[in-house]
């Protein structure tokens, strides 16, 4: 059903990923006295890891409310015994939302918001979630009574959000187009953010899409020019031994590309640019992550930020582009266009790299990002192309560009 070969350790997996099957199993395992009324179920997020563990968010609708409910699914007996709900034929714990398996007050995002800062002053009411990642962060909107959004908070499992917190501090005293942390709760792993006012990039369409890449280009090339924090970590993306591991779990995922995967990885790593300089990296460059207003567009969500060559961020950028080309998102004209006003208004700030650098980091990105998530996301679109997109990244390494 998923384009997957089967996965001996998690034999469960492809039940997880069948909305109708699991809404049959959810309305009876969520209710001990009576089946819930499951009106419709929709997977939200997937993280699988071959062999190890499949975890999926679900959204649910019961009796006309709205719910989410995160699974996760083990390799081996006896180790879903700690969910709030239990399935214990097919080795599966659940959680509804605000339940975390990590994040452990989470339920206070809902139930008492005003009292995890100082900064709102008691005027946190409401929390609209935004993004969940189970069992590592959750984003909500701070709302007032009026509905107003104030700040963003982020709740994280682990104590990690102190030393994010400082880095954005950093970065947004250097940058301008960073957003600006606001404070951090300790005993809550809770970073609040400035409210960024403006539109996201991905809601754009036509010339304003093409005119907001442009300006993350512009946010990018500010951000790349300013001075390197002391904490952040160094980009490990595309080290040799990370592609190897990519190329290694896609051929046994589809064995189909297991050889132009394998080439891919030695094509890559007989070519790595050397001498790069090295900057502050956004280090998960999409246009969800940049939000546009009054052509400024301001950086979110740099919790994968580090230091290495600029050419990472522009190059996934590209293969973002070119995925959602390959895939049917766009036309190749169109993501031509899209490439060049980026490319474009980057140069009008900072050199570009070469053309050979673009490109080993453009078929690095499609490798170690497109490809690799098409797999541990499990997403249908890149799976169904995954042949083309491997081929696609040697193309571009080998050649610097792509025949439509």
């Known amino acids: 059903m998923n384009g997957l070969a089967p996965d001996p350790a998690l034999p469960q997996r492809d039940l997880l990923l069948n909305d109708q099957q699991m809404a049959t199993r959810l309305s009876s395992l969520m209710s001990s006295s009576h089946p819930a009324l499951i009106d419709r179920c929709e997977k939200q997020r997937i993280k699988y890891r071959l062999g190890e563990s499949l975890r999926v968010l679900y959204r649910l609708s019961i009796n006309g409310g709205t719910h989410l409910v995160a699974a996760k699914a083990f390799a081996g007996p006896n180790r879903e015994k700690a969910g709030q709900f239990v399935d214990s034929d097919i080795r599966a714990a659940f ?66 959000g102190r030393s994010l917190g400082d ?31 403006g539109r996201r990039i991905s809601d754009l369409k036509n010339k304003d899409l093409t005119d907001g890449l442009a300006g993350l280009a512009q946010a990018l090339a500010a951000l790349h020019s300013a001075q390197i924090p002391t904490q952040l970590p160094r980009f490990r993306r595309h080290d040799p031994d ?48 940049g939000i546009a207003s009054s052509g400024l567009v301001t950086l979110i969500d740099l919790d994968q930020s580090g230091i290495g060559p600029a050419t990472a961020d522009l190059g996934s950028l590209l293969a973002l582009l070119h995925y959602n080309w390959r895939i049917g998102l766009i036309t190749r004209s169109r993501e031509r266009e899209l490439a060049n006003a980026f490319l474009h208004a980057y140069a009008g700030i900072l050199q570009l790299p070469s053309q050979r650098y673009l490109s080993w980091h453009t078929a690095a990105a499609l490798l170690s990002e497109r ?9 249908p679109e890149g799976l169904n192309h995954l042949p083309q997109i491997l081929a696609d990244a040697r193309e571009i390494l080998l050649t610097g560009g792509v025949r439509a």
């Open 95 to 160: 959680w509804m939302f605000p339940n975390d398996r990590k994040i452990k007050r989470l339920a206070l995002l809902r139930e008492a918001p005003e009292t995890l800062t100082t900064v709102l002053a008691g005027k946190w009411r409401y929390s609209e979630c935004v993004a969940y990642v189970p069992e590592k962060c959750a984003t909500v909107k701070c709302q007032n009574r009026a509905g107003e959004t104030m700040a963003y908070a982020k709740m994280y499992a682990a104590p990690e």
């Open 167 to 197: 880095i954005y501090l950093r970065l947004s005293s250097a940058c301008t187009h960073v957003v600006k942390p606001l404070e951090y709760s300790e005993s809550h792993n809770l970073l609040l953010l400035h409210a960024v006012q």
């Open 242 to 289: 990370r592609l190897r591991n990519c190329a290694w779990i896609l051929g046994i995922a589809r064995p189909d590309v297991a050889v132009v995967a394998k080439e891919l990885d030695r094509e890559l790593c007989s070519t790595i640019p050397h001498e790069e300089p090295v900057v502050c990296l956004h280090g998960d460059v999409h246009p969800k992550n």
């Open 371 to 379: 490809a690799l998530r098409s797999v541990n996301r499990i997403r």
